[in-house]
């Protein structure tokens, strides 16, 4: 079986438009979009697929597609970041809108195993 081709930039922001549009309800990390929406068949990390959904969620956030946040934890040493992002038919404006687990720090301690950590 051969792999799938590649999905344009433009095919990976219609799936992430799609799946936050269905879901205003919460906000998503970039990866959830990765894992759920862009490749959720991949039993890997494919960095060069998660750098263009990163890239495709960043743009459609400028464009006011979709809303963001990113969001950096530093700790001794290490830097970790990881950004939320949700439909712009949420009636959430801002990401403390969803709630207090969407809070600093209470949001630190509910993505850490997503975050993307590198020292300092």
């Known amino acids: 079986m051969t792999p799938a081709p590649p999905l344009s ?13 269905r879901h205003p309800e919460r906000p998503w990390c970039i ?25 495709a969620a960043r743009e459609l956030a400028a464009q006011g597609r979709v809303r963001g ?7 001794i040493g290490v830097h970790c ?12 404006e801002e990401l403390e809108d969803f709630g207090r687990e969407y809070e600093s ?7 850490a195993s997503h975050f993307r950590c590198t020292g300092l």
Do not use: C
Not at 9 to 21: D, H, P, R
Not at 32 to 41: I, M, S
Not at 45 to 53: A, I, Q
Not at 81 to 92: G, K, L, P, T
């Open 9 to 21: 930039n433009q095919e990976t922001k219609e799936l992430i438009e799609g799946a936050l549009n």
């Open 31 to 55: 990866h959830r979009l990765y894992e759920e929406v862009v490749r959720p068949e991949a039993s890997s990390l494919d960095r060069d697929l998660f750098e263009r959904t990163e890239t």
């Open 69 to 75: 946040k990113p969001i950096d934890a530093i700790a």
């Open 81 to 92: 970041e990881d950004a939320m992002y949700w439909s712009i038919h949420s009636r959430q």
């Open 105 to 111: 720090p209470a949001i630190l301690n509910r993505l």
